[in-house]
């Protein structure tokens, strides 16, 4: 299968970002796959939410109101580096509001492992 390529925006600095491709997502419809590819991050039209291969399954999250944040546990870390159960702190500005036709809550996630830079955040209800 061939990589996915895409830019994203870490922390106000324009830095290409290489999508992995690791097999992970070899059963899912070509309508999937074309609706992931077309997802950006919110507020910014053109800047990519990246591919299927940066998304984790998120299932378990809370919502802080207060402090305007999400906290999502990865549920299924899809052969990712990040293990599953690791807790993830969402800026609510980082919630994409599309309806989510992947059937669970979706994180995309760059970067290094340790310190992973939030992409968009897809529930699979309203937050």
Not at 43 to 54: I, K, M, R, V, Y
Not at 69 to 74: E, M, Q
Not at 84 to 93: D, E, H, K, M, N
Request: with cysteine; proline share 6%; hydrophobic share 40%.
């Amino acid at each position: 299968m061939r990589a996915f390529l895409c830019l994203a925006v870490l922390f106000g600095c324009g830095c290409a970002v290489q999508a992995r491709d690791d097999g992970q997502w070899g059963d899912v419809s070509p309508e999937i796959r074309k609706w992931f590819s077309s997802l950006t991050q919110p507020g910014h039209p053109d800047w990519s939410c990246c591919a299927d291969a940066d998304a984790y399954f998120a299932d378990e999250y809370s919502v802080d109101s207060r402090t305007e944040t999400v906290l999502a546990a990865i549920t299924d870390n899809r052969g990712h580096s990040i293990p599953v159960g690791t807790r993830i702190a969402i800026p609510f500005s980082k919630i994409n509001r599309e309806k989510n036709l992947a059937g669970h809550a979706l994180l995309f996630l760059g970067g290094m492992a340790a310190k992973p830079a939030v992409f968009c955040f897809l529930p699979n209800d309203s937050v």
